[in-house]
Nanobody, 122 residues
Framework: QVQLVESGGGLVQAGGSLRLSCAAS????????MGWFRQAPGKEREFVAS????????YYADFVKGRFTISRDNAKNTVYLQMNSLNPEDTAVYYC???????????????WGQGTQVTVSS
């Protein structure tokens, strides 16, 4: 099984940047699509970004396009989320996810990390 551990969250001022990392262990390979979701207080978990197994295809939620970039390093079994121009609405727990699939406009994941808190102050 794949185990996912996120890091890189924290407190940042509006307009700032953070880079989240997700280290995968276990049976991880370039066949897994990976991604990030987030959940703000009182809201449902929502899709943020995904990347295909070899990194050739990426998808982003409209609210992060142009600000966030997802990437992966399969040699290091790590997926990254570079977040720029952060605003208070980006405050949430960010979850790394593996084994993604999309049905219509809905993204599903087979594996989840524990999450890392991102707080953006105004």
């Amino acid at each position: 099984q794949v185990q996912l551990v996120e890091s890189g969250g924290g407190l940042v001022q509006a307009g700032g940047s953070l880079r989240l990392s997700c280290a995968a262990s276990g049976r991880f390979g370039s066949s897994y699509a990976m991604g990030w979701f987030r959940q703000a207080p009182g809201k449902e978990r929502e899709f943020v970004a995904s990347i295909s197994g070899r990194g050739g295809s990426t998808y982003y939620a409209d609210f992060v396009k142009g600000r966030f970039t997802i990437s992966r390093d399969n040699a290091k079994n790590t997926v990254y989320l570079q977040m720029n121009s952060l605003n208070p609405e980006d405050t949430a727990v960010y979850y790394c996810a593996a084994d993604l699939a999309r049905v219509g406009s809905i993204w599903y994941a087979g594996r989840w990390g524990q999450g890392t808190q991102v707080t953006v102050s105004s």
